[in-house]
């Protein structure tokens, strides 16, 4: 299946109105099916995830009719954001990396302002806001940033301004050094959740999925996740007036241990109710 993939993606190069002479979209195009590729994507698979028929997302591949608003639905689904792609055509380069080292990820885990700072950046947040919004010295940032550098994550620029050498989707290691410093972070932070508070917004529920399931409901998170940063760039306009204030977003799936009416008390060993 994944060679008809590939083929899919290099018939479509045949198909579709020529580019415009002098135009980029070929080379940004060659660079998207080269991400596709890598993440081992069907042709089938990505035209469902951008929601478009196969035949439309060939003419695409081919660069004909591809919109601005295309380009951002296929880079995501590469895992790539449309800067990273304009990066990676302006500088001839390979993909960005969308891992780390677990080196790098404890690194990070091991100077909590890199690892912030970094967060803040692959968000399109820039270093000045985040200096304001972590209220820290210029000379602590530049620190942060010199780190970061070093570290092989970003490219330091004049004016404290840097350019981005891991994808912007960076995706971190399943029970590494990062999830682990994750998981503690937010423990600290939810020991100070009053759960009936009125503030406090939440959809709970137990039901039983297979692994299937599962693996659409972990995407459907990711996409929910993209939206809440999108609002987050929108709000970053607003003034504090505005009723802007910092929020604990917290999305999680665990499989149980036990059947859920065990813990109501509904087990077999449990005692009758009384009628």
């Given at each position: 299946m994944r060679a008809r993939s590939v083929q899919v993606f290099r018939s479509a190069d045949a198909g579709g109105d020529p580019p415009a002479r002098g135009s980029h979209i070929p080379l940004i195009m060659a660079a998207l099916k080269d991400l596709l590729r890598q993440r081992g994507l069907q042709a089938k698979d990505v035209?469902?995830?951008?929601?478009?028929?196969?035949?439309?997302?060939?003419?695409?591949?081919?660069?004909?009719?591809?919109?601005?608003?295309?380009?951002?639905?296929?880079?995501?689904?590469?895992?790539?954001?449309?800067?990273?792609?304009?990066?990676?055509?302006?500088?001839?380069?390979?993909?960005?990396?969308?891992?780390?080292?677990?080196?790098?990820?404890?690194?990070?885990?091991?100077?909590?302002?890199?690892?912030?700072?970094?967060?803040?950046?692959?968000?399109?947040?820039?270093?000045?806001?985040?200096?304001?919004?972590?209220?820290?010295?210029?000379?602590?940032?530049?620190?942060?940033?010199?780190?970061?550098?070093?570290?092989?994550l970003v490219t330091l620029l004049p004016g404290n301004r840097v350019r981005l050498k891991v994808a912007r989707n960076l995706t971190w290691r399943k029970n590494g050094p990062i999830a682990r410093a994750r998981g503690s972070f937010l423990k600290a932070l939810l020991r100070q959740v009053d759960f009936i508070d009125g503030k406090y917004v939440a959809e709970t529920n137990v039901t039983r999925l297979s692994t299937a399931s599962m693996a659409i409901v972990e995407e459907k998170m990711r996409a929910l996740h993209h939206e809440i940063l999108q609002l987050a760039q929108a709000d970053r306009r607003l003034s504090d007036d505005a009723g802007c204030g910092w929020y604990v977003l917290l999305m999680a799936a665990h499989k149980m241990d036990a059947r859920p009416h065990d813990f109501l008390g509904l087990g077999q060993d449990a005692p009758a109710s009384p009628t």
């Open positions: 035209a469902a995830a951008v929601g478009v028929t196969e035949r439309t997302l060939a003419r695409w591949m081919a660069g004909s009719g591809v919109t601005l608003r295309a380009l951002e639905d296929l880079a995501r689904v590469a895992g790539m954001t449309v800067i990273d792609l304009l990066d990676i055509v302006h500088e001839g380069r390979g993909p960005l990396v969308s891992s780390l080292s677990v080196y790098q990820e404890q690194e990070l885990a091991d100077n909590p302002r890199c690892w912030f700072l970094l967060a803040h950046l692959l968000h399109g947040i820039s270093v000045a806001e985040a200096q304001q919004q972590f209220e820290l010295p210029e000379a602590e940032i530049v620190l942060a940033l010199v780190k970061l550098e070093r570290m092989g």
